[in-house]
């Protein structure tokens, strides 16, 4: 493409009225005038997050009985799902039922939000989600929100020279342009702008101006004899845009060198080239209100490790979250309005409480817990979305190696289960949403409720997804990475694990290794059945006949055989053989076949004919009696094993490797491998019998 060409599709795909729109310039009266239409733009900056977050939409689902919501603003949409926070519902609910109460003012916009967890729980990815959706809110206009600037007109330029050299000063702190109204009267434009307005939409004036502006407010005021119109004459409305490169109502802080840190890093400092100008220390003018407290006003403050924080920051802390104040150095207490929220780790967590001296900072604080997900379909698509087609290159991931990585993860996170007849692999099934005999919503509520510690503790995703990492560079398996690989990286990576110290741990993680190694094994065993079995003519013959045989029983009749033409007795060997399959005991073979009779007449009843595939119990059943039947056909525990193939059955093992690679998403390399591997166990078997 040539440059004339680029140049030519950057100038088409440009939005120059929406750079307009978010670059809007006004007076004080013209703002005035969006206010009657849109009182929205004077929201605190909780009411900015919250409603930022809801406009995203929400879902609503039920799990184990109980109520939940979903803000899709979690899945990022943004950029895509590059932020996408998986498994988590729970605790963003209750993240954003704290927004929901700050917003509403009922108190907890006064706390410092803290993200609690273990390391690689999501809680920097959170933080960033926030801090984005709010830089891209703001250019919504929705999200729209105004600040002004000081502009000299030509009647004062001159004579107010010595206050304002530059003849124009935006606000350092990017404050409401109500802010500007006079506090004895800002009652009464308050009763003017929500005359007719419900509760929900009144406008509140809060707060007082800068240093700056207050200094530069009181100086005009003089020199316009007191006429508050006259000064407004000299004030630009501006559309704000926030942004956390730009540093516009988007702070970051990170703790660094204890030796190092400088609480002016949050409230500012003097500016000394500029008190030769000005005479003094003390003139607003020559400060800096450039802390990240100072520009993150209006919208958010991160920080990083909070509990790292030198003392002195912590009580910065106390002051801007009580009472939305800061004190920049030789000047009076200035306010601010801006959502805190910090993270930190256990080790730091319990160190704050333990410190008798940090009280003050504990009753401010509202702790949200964010632990490992403990939930396989979650912890699956995080490794999913970096691990893909588009993504790896040259490499093929066999189907269930990310699931086996995942279901490795998420065991070593879970408590024991106290009751005995529960295994930890079956309370990962259950909180997975699978159904297992005996066990209720009530019951999977009740393993929740008791496990107190779970997902506190356990492998980070980030381990999981250096050594999937690992085996995708590695020379094993070739273009091909299977579970095997993978799991035996987890598995040697365990001896150099930084977090990891205890011994009995890393054994206890091996263990799990070889549980999930086993769940592997009877998924492939499956698979490799299925495709075997997947003759649906073959299929539909059988369960034909089984239906036949079992009709006969229960009316106590006799099956014409469908070769001789004879009446027989119904087939007790054949009937029997299928339901042996999926564990119909002897003693509940009546029932089963009655209860099969009744859900066949039922949809003669509807107009419905019966198709085996809607009976999920009875479609296995006949899927594994095939799979016996075809086995010895093809030969499959010896073939493979062996090497010594005819062309007939390698006919029908190619057919069963084609099934593989086009139901279960199997590429050539991995249809043999765990054709060869299921053939092994077979064969396994085979011996032992």
């Not at 509202?366 to 790896?392: H, S």
């Not at 239906?547 to 229960?554: C, E, F, H, L, R």
Request: charged residues 30%.
């Amino acid at each position: 493409m040539a440059r004339k060409d680029i140049i030519g599709l950057i100038k088409k795909s440009q939005n120059v009225k929406q750079y307009k729109e978010q670059n809007w310039v006004g007076d004080f009266g013209q703002y005035l005038e969006i206010l009657q239409e849109h009182p929205e733009v004077t929201r605190s900056a909780f009411q900015r997050v919250y409603d930022m977050i809801v406009s995203y939409g929400v879902e609503e689902y039920v799990d184990a009985k109980k109520k939940l919501y979903r803000y899709k603003f979690f899945s990022d949409p943004i950029d895509q799902g590059k932020d996408a926070i998986f498994g988590l519902d729970v605790h963003l609910m209750k993240l954003v039922n704290f927004f929901k109460s700050a917003a509403k003012r009922y108190g907890t916009e006064r706390r410092v939000i803290l993200l609690h967890g273990p390391v690689g729980s999501s809680k920097s990815t959170i933080v960033r989600l926030l801090k984005k959706g709010l830089e891209d809110y703001s250019r919504t206009p929705d999200g729209a929100l105004y600040t002004y600037a000081w502009v000299l007109n030509d009647d004062l330029r001159e004579r107010a020279k010595l206050i304002l050299p530059d003849a124009e000063l935006p606000c350092p702190m990017h404050e409401e342009p109500l802010h500007l109204i006079p506090r004895d009267l800002r009652g009464q434009v308050a009763a003017v702008l929500n005359e007719g307005r419900p509760e929900s939409k009144r406008i509140q004036i809060e707060g007082n101006l800068c240093p700056t502006c207050r200094y530069i407010f009181r100086e005009l005021m003089k020199l316009c004899d007191g006429d508050w119109t006259k000064v407004i004459e000299n004030i630009e409305v501006r559309r704000l845009t926030l942004s956390e490169m730009d540093r516009i109502g988007i702070g970051t802080f990170q703790p660094k060198d204890e030796k190092n840190q400088d609480s002016t890093e949050l409230t500012g400092d003097i500016n000394y080239r500029k008190i030769a100008i000005y005479g003094t220390e003390s003139d607003p003018r020559a400060f800096n209100f450039d802390g990240e407290f100072n520009i993150a006003n209006r919208g958010l403050i991160e920080f990083i490790e909070v509990l790292k924080l030198d003392v002195a920051f912590l009580y910065d802390l106390l002051g801007a979250s009580q009472e939305h104040v800061i004190k920049p150095k030789k000047f009076a207490q200035t306010d601010i309005d801006e959502v805190i929220i910090g993270h930190t780790n256990e080790p730091e967590y319990r160190k704050l409480q333990n410190n008798e001296f940090m009280e003050a900072l504990r009753d401010r604080t509202v702790k949200v817990d964010i632990p490992y997900i403990t939930k396989l379909t979650e912890e699956k698509r995080i490794y999913a979305r970096d691990f893909n087609e588009k993504k790896i290159q040259g490499k093929h991931i066999a189907p269930h190696t990310l699931e086996m990585a995942a279901m490795w993860a998420i065991l070593t996170r879970l408590e024991e289960p106290k009751k005995a007849q529960l295994t930890l692999l079956q309370k990962l099934k259950l909180y997975d949403g699978k159904t297992l005999a005996g066990f209720t919503e009530d019951n999977i509520k009740e393993l929740r409720k008791t496990a107190t510690r779970e997902g506190l503790e356990g492998i980070s995703p980030r381990y999981v997804q250096d050594k999937i990492s690992n085996a995708l560079v590695m020379d094993k398996g070739g273009s091909c990475v299977n579970p095997f690989i993978v799991l035996n990286e987890l598995a040697s990576g365990l001896k150099h694990h930084s977090l990891i110290a205890d011994e009995d741990t890393k054994a206890h993680y091996r263990e799990l290794v070889s549980i999930v190694k086993q769940e592997y094994e009877d998924i492939v065993k499956n698979e490799v059945q299925r495709a075997t079995s997947a003759d649906e003519e073959a299929i539909t013959r059988l369960c034909a006949n089984y239906v036949d045989n079992i009709k006969a029983y229960t009316q106590k009749e006799r099956v014409k055989n469908r070769y001789t033409g004879q009446d027989e007795e119904p087939d007790e060997r054949l009937m029997r053989s299928i339901e042996e399959k999926i564990d119909i005991p002897e003693s509940r073979k009546d029932d089963f076949r009655r209860e099969v009779m009744n859900y066949i007449g039922a949809l003669a009843i509807e107009g419905k004919q019966f198709d085996y595939k809607t009976n999920e119990r009875l479609n296995k059943a006949l899927e594994l009696k095939l799979f016996e039947d075809q086995k010895d056909t093809i030969k499959l525990t010896r073939s493979l094993v062996t090497g010594v193939v005819d062309k007939d059955t390698q006919a029908k093992i190619d057919v069963i490797k084609d099934r593989m690679i086009k139901n279960f998403h199997y590429c050539d390399i991995c249809a043999t491998d765990v054709l060869n591997f299921v053939a092994s166990i077979f064969a396994r078997g085979d011996a032992k019998n």
